[in-house]
């Protein structure tokens, strides 16, 4: 008798733990489409709170602008860039650019093109001890200067209409803004900007929306690098990027320091007027990450990180495990279908941000890769940088951050 039963006790015994497996995973795939409703919903509203950059007739040109344009190693974009500035109409300006110890021929080109048509070049050598990237090359642009506004935009920055400067200065007069940023239409015409760069944009929509930045009683306040314009004394009383000089990303920290300190900050929607670069390869896009996550950790702790990482593990691992899962277990279709709609949905957003931005929505399926790549950049990063520190590249330089405000500059030497 006991050895016709004991079969039929190991059947029900591991009958039961699949059930369990399919309840639990059933309850995390509802779970998971309840949340990424929500982050479609908030996400689509939030296209309704942008503030556009309107074209607005008339000239601003009581005020001179010092437009400051950083450049490192940007000879395939620079002249693009210039001629955009220097096209702008509607506002007196003065062009500045600060060739920060370039290695190829972004000065010559400089030199060749546009002297002679107003523009000054600044060249400086490396940069000094606790001055991480740009910041260095914008500080002494603004030295340099004797604009009533400052300017700052990146080098791969072009623009597509004459107006964009006029109608921001003429923007911030009307209204009273002190500080202003513009949100840009970022270029994805590589493939890694197609794979990564969507799935990027619908997470600082939705964790770091606009209209944040744009509520007085918010502490945050995102800027682009792009383009970042301050009054003068304003951004002398601030500090400057003297004042964020060890920061990795100056653009963000000038932003919420200008609000913290109780001046008018603006974040404005001119992705049909202003283009931009983020990143074209894959290991620049890893790159951008490693600073950015660094940049967490030296900001907020390093225990930030975890909480990060943990939430990438349950909204961006476990949809891939959920979908997947099928494929090792007998289910129903009622049962497939539910394990595969938080992955769906995921598609669903990057499909969105793609059309955004101007791309084929059928690259969507390359979110998984985007997935792996984020959560793997945020898991490295959480771990070297409590145990044996991050190395950071920017523009031929790099830089080892470990532990809290502990920076070495690596340049031209061996770490």
């Known amino acids: 008798m006991y050895l016709i039963n004991q079969p039929i006790y190991i059947y029900r015994r591991e009958f039961i733990s699949k059930r369990m497996i399919e309840y639990v995973a059933a309850a995390a795939s509802l779970f998971l489409t309840t949340v990424f409703i929500i982050f479609i919903r908030r996400r689509v509203k939030e296209e309704r709170y942008l503030i556009r950059l309107e074209r607005v007739e008339g000239a601003n040109e009581d005020a001179l602008v010092s437009v400051i344009i950083p450049a490192r190693n940007e000879a395939a974009t620079i002249s693009k860039c210039v001629e955009g500035v220097l096209s702008q109409v509607g506002v007196k300006k003065e062009v500045i650019v600060v060739d920060d110890a370039s290695e190829d021929n972004t000065s010559l080109i400089l030199v060749e093109k546009y002297l002679g048509r107003g523009l000054r070049l600044v060249r400086l050598g490396s940069p000094g001890d606790g001055w991480v990237g740009k910041s260095w090359a914008c500080h002494h642009g603004y030295l ?7 300017l700052f935009i990146d080098a791969d920055t ?3 209409d004459r107006y964009v400067v006029g109608d921001t200065i003429g923007y911030a007069i009307r209204n ?3 500080a202003l940023s513009l ?3 970022l270029d994805s015409s590589s493939f890694a900007s197609r794979t990564i760069l969507p799935t990027l944009v619908a997470l600082k929509y939705v964790l770091t929306p606009p209209r944040r930045s744009n509520d007085p009683s918010d502490p945050l306040a995102f800027f682009y690098g792009a383009y970042m314009l301050f009054r003068r004394s304003v951004y002398e009383s601030i500090g400057g990027h003297a004042r964020v000089r060890s920061h990795i990303l100056e653009d963000k920290s000038l932003g919420e320091l200008t609000k913290a300190m109780g001046f008018r900050v603006a974040l404005l929607d001119a992705r049909d007027r202003l283009r931009a670069k983020f990143n074209e390869s894959f290991s620049g896009y890893v790159n951008a990450l490693l600073r950015l996550f660094t940049e967490y950790a030296e900001s907020a702790g390093p225990r930030r990180l975890w909480k990060y990482l943990a939430a990438g593990l349950v909204f961006m ?6 979908a997947f899962y099928p494929l090792v277990a007998s289910l129903s279709i009622p049962m497939t279908l539910l394990m595969v709609l938080p992955l769906s949905l995921i ?5 969105y941000e793609l059309n955004k931005l101007g791309t084929p929505i059928y690259y969507f399926p390359l979110v998984a890769l985007s997935i792996l790549v984020i959560v793997g950049v945020l898991f490295s990063v959480a771990v070297r940088y409590r145990w044996i520190g991050v190395k950071l590249k920017w523009r031929g330089r790099e830089y080892r951050y470990r532990g809290p405000r502990h920076i070495s500059r690596e340049e031209e030497r061996n770490s």
């Open 144 to 150: 340099e200067s004797s604009g009533d506004w400052l």
């Open 158 to 160: 072009s623009f597509v």
């Open 176 to 178: 009273r803004v002190d």
């Open 183 to 185: 949100i840009p239409t």
């Open 317 to 322: 691992i476990l949809p891939l495990i959920l």
């Open 347 to 351: 598609f669903t957003i990057q499909a």
